[in-house]
């Protein structure tokens, strides 16, 4: 069985070369590389043409910046292999991973197959992400089975939404012509994998973390975020139009939507506090949130009527926030972000004292 990987490449230079040698080391030999010049400014053009010379299983593709999902589409079109992968050109895969992969996808039959992953920084791994405790697969003509997978997404459990760390049977994609919508650049994976999981029969998951997704420094603190409730509500939308009605507006899923959404509400105004100092929460709701999406949130979810918030912090942010008493809002969040600060001052300053690193503190 041979094995297309598709990798999108946007001045990856640093780190193409560890990505493409990590496939190349695959205990599974049968596998062609499809590198996606995604209009790089560095030299991550040529050394994707080194590999193309130097490796005959190595296919380079070179266009105009359009961004991951118009460069994966362009992969698909050029792959000629059994299944596909993808995987982000800053991270690289365990040398067994996809043997693995493929073996469970041969012996279960299945059209989708899912593993664990690593989140590594400076190559430490900070944290083992498994999506499942043991091996498991799920026949989706039974109602009871796709039933539970659709749960999983609902509930956005680790790993399900990603691409990178599972093998899909490229004819389920080819011929049902399954592709990256170009027009979004939030939840793009979300709309692929569930597109693809409405035409499967068998999806299964495995709990290896074969996977290793490489943390930079830019992205291990979160930043600010432009509409950032909006693209909740984005998301949101793809689940409700490609999960079937009967699964995602059932009582249970609206639940856990509604507590997702009270914190994605809650998150977007303490981003707009801890980044704009200067502002209140009634500022924020007036003129940096769009305040008519949110109250029209409220209204369409009836959010108003949810009693089972997982947070307790988010449950006293949302009786605040929905009680109107926007200055206590304000001292809670005050009083919350200074604590934090004073609680990673106390580690730090423990950190230093007993030679520790970052990493061995905060897992």
Not at 67 to 90: E, Q
Not at 134 to 140: D, F, G, M
Not at 354 to 360: A, F, P, R, V, Y
Request: glycine share 4%; proline share 2%; net charge neutral.
């Amino acid at each position: 069985m041979k094995i297309s990987i598709i990798i999108p490449v946007f001045n990856s230079q640093r780190y193409i070369g560890r990505c493409i040698e990590s496939i190349l080391n695959q205990t599974h030999k049968d596998i062609e590389i499809v590198l996606v010049n995604d209009g790089s400014k560095d030299r991550s053009g040529e050394l994707c043409e080194e590999y193309a010379r130097r490796y005959a299983g190595v296919k380079v593709i070179h266009k105009q910046n359009e961004g991951p999902s118009s460069a994966r589409n362009s992969g698909l079109g050029v792959i000629t292999g059994d299944y596909v992968g993808f995987v982000d050109s800053d991270d690289w895969v365990e040398e067994s991973m996809y043997k693995a992969l493929l073996e469970s996808a041969c012996d279960d039959g299945s059209d989708v197959v899912c593993c664990g992953y690593k989140v590594v920084d400076n190559n430490r791994i900070k944290s083992y992400v498994p999506v499942c405790r043991k091996t498991k697969s799920y026949l989706l003509n039974k109602k009871e089975h796709k039933e539970l997978v659709y749960e999983m997404f609902i509930n956005s459990q680790n790993g399900l939404f990603c691409i990178w760390n599972k093998l899909y049977k490229a004819s389920l994609i080819l011929e049902n012509h399954i592709l990256f919508p170009e027009d979004k650049m939030l939840a793009e994976d979300c709309e692929f994998n569930l597109s693809i999981l409405n035409k499967a029969t068998k999806y299964t998951f495995i709990p290896n973390c074969y996977y290793n997704y490489f943390m930079t420094t830019s992205s291990l603190t979160r930043g600010y975020i432009e509409n950032y409730f909006e693209k909740h509500l984005g998301w949101r939308s793809i689940l409700e139009n490609n999960i079937p009605k009967e699964y995602v507006f059932a009582e249970k899923s609206t639940r856990i939507l509604n507590s997702m959404t009270i914190h994605e509400i809650i998150y977007a105004i303490n981003q707009e506090l801890l980044f704009n100092e200067d502002l209140s929460v009634r500022d924020v709701l007036k003129t940096r949130l769009n305040n008519q999406i949110i109250e029209e949130a409220f209204e369409k979810y009836k959010l108003m009527n949810i009693t089972s918030i997982k947070s307790l912090t988010d449950r006293i942010y949302y009786t605040l926030l929905s009680k109107k008493m926007l200055v206590l809002y304000h001292v809670l969040f005050k009083s919350m972000n200074y604590l934090k600060t004073v609680y990673r001052g106390v580690f730090a300053f423990y950190a230093s004292v007993k030679g520790l690193n970052k990493s061995q503190y905060t897992q």
